[in-house]
Every structure is written in C-alpha cells, then in structure tokens.
C-alpha cells in the first residue's frame, strides 16, 4: 500500500490550497474505508483535520479549527483523496498527512491511532 501526499507549499494568510493524495496498492471497500487527512506542527501531537468514512456517503468530518474553512474528497475511482483548504490562517501550518482506515466507527475517526496506512506529508506554510 502506497499514499503519496502533495500540494503542500508557502502561502498567505487567507489563501488557499488543495492538497492531494495518491492511494495505490489497497482495494477500495466503499462500506468499510475511511480516509482522512492529520497534520503536526512542529513540538506539537498529531492532529485530526478531516475524514470521510465512506459508508455514510461523501459528507465529511471536520476539527473544529477547520470547519467552513476545509473540504476533503475523493475520487474512489481513481484512489485520490483530496483536502481543499480556504482562507489559511498562520496556525494552519504544519506537516499534512493522509491516512486510511478500516472498520473505523464513528469515536474512532479522529484517532490517528485506528489508521492502518499513511503517506509522507506535505509541508503548508501559511506566513506573511
């Protein structure tokens, strides 16, 4: 199994950003996956941004942090899995990751934890 993150880069507060990522190598289960999108800032937890777990259609689950402000989706046809960020703020930087589960209920989505596979991160930098 292979998640490949990219998008990442240096912006202004209030821009925007789409990050993508490529999943390769797993089976797509439209009941049973979730994918889902953390990040780490430097000295701090990894932290949950957005999910979607599959099963309950392509509504999405969102921190609080990022709700209005961030959209995940994903293209099941093709294994990609996308986090469009609008009107990043300076605490939005951080390295981005993506993730994928199984069998995760709803508790779980925000435990990074639960997640069996993961990309490399993207680096976002939001500074003026």
């Known amino acids: 199994v292979q998640l490949k993150a990219s998008g990442g880069g240096l912006v202004q507060p209030g821009d925007s950003l789409r990050l993508s990522c490529a999943v390769s190598?797993?089976?797509?289960?439209?009941?049973?996956?979730?994918w889902a999108w953390f990040r780490q800032a430097p000295e701090k937890e990894r932290e949950f941004v957005a999910a979607?777990?599959?099963?309950?259609?392509?509504?999405?689950n969102y921190a609080d942090s990022v709700k209005a402000r961030f959209t995940i989706s994903g293209d099941t046809s093709n294994g990609m899995v996308y986090l469009q960020m609008n009107s990043l703020k300076p605490e939005d930087t951080a390295v981005y990751y993506c993730?994928?589960?199984?069998?995760?209920?709803?508790?779980?989505?925000?435990?990074?934890?639960?997640?069996?596979?993961w990309g490399q991160g993207t680096q976002v930098t939001v500074s003026s």
């Open positions: 993730a994928v589960g199984r069998y995760l209920i709803s508790s779980s989505l925000r435990d990074h934890a639960r997640y069996d596979d």
């Open positions: 190598g797993r089976t797509f289960s439209r009941n049973d996956d979730t």
């Open positions: 979607i777990r599959w099963r309950d259609g392509r509504r999405g």
